[in-house]
C-alpha cells in the first residue's frame, strides 16, 4: 500500500508560476542591454523556479505500510504507525 496525496491545485499553482517565470524570462532576454543584465535575471528565474518547485510541487504526503511520510518544503518526516 503506497498511496502518495497531493492537493491538485498545487500543480495549478506551480503552473501559473512557471509561466510567470518564463514570461520574465523571456522579456529579459528581449529587452536587457547587456549580458551581466541577462545573466542576473536568468539567475532570479531559476531562483523563483526553485521556490515555486519547493512550494508547490514537493509537498506531498506518503502512506506506507510501516509509516506515514510528510514532505515539506524543507524537510521529510517519517511517523510509525506505532
Known amino acids: 500500500m ?4 497531493r492537493p491538485r491545485s498545487n500543480f495549478v499553482w ?5 509561466v510567470l517565470i518564463l514570461l520574465f524570462a523571456a522579456n529579459s532576454y528581449l529587452v536587457s542591454t547587456s549580458a ?5 535575471e536568468f539567475i532570479i528565474c531559476v531562483a523563483l523556479a526553485v521556490v515555486a518547485y519547493a512550494l508547490w510541487i514537493r509537498p506531498k504526503l506518503v502512506l506506507k505500510e510501516e509509516f506515514i511520510q510528510v514532505v515539506n518544503p524543507l524537510r521529510t ?6
Do not use: H, K, N, R
Open 14 to 18: 506551480a503552473g501559473v508560476s512557471l
Open 36 to 40: 551581466l543584465q541577462m545573466t542576473l
Open 2 to 5: 503506497d498511496e502518495t496525496f
Open 77 to 82: 518526516e517519517v511517523i510509525p504507525y506505532s
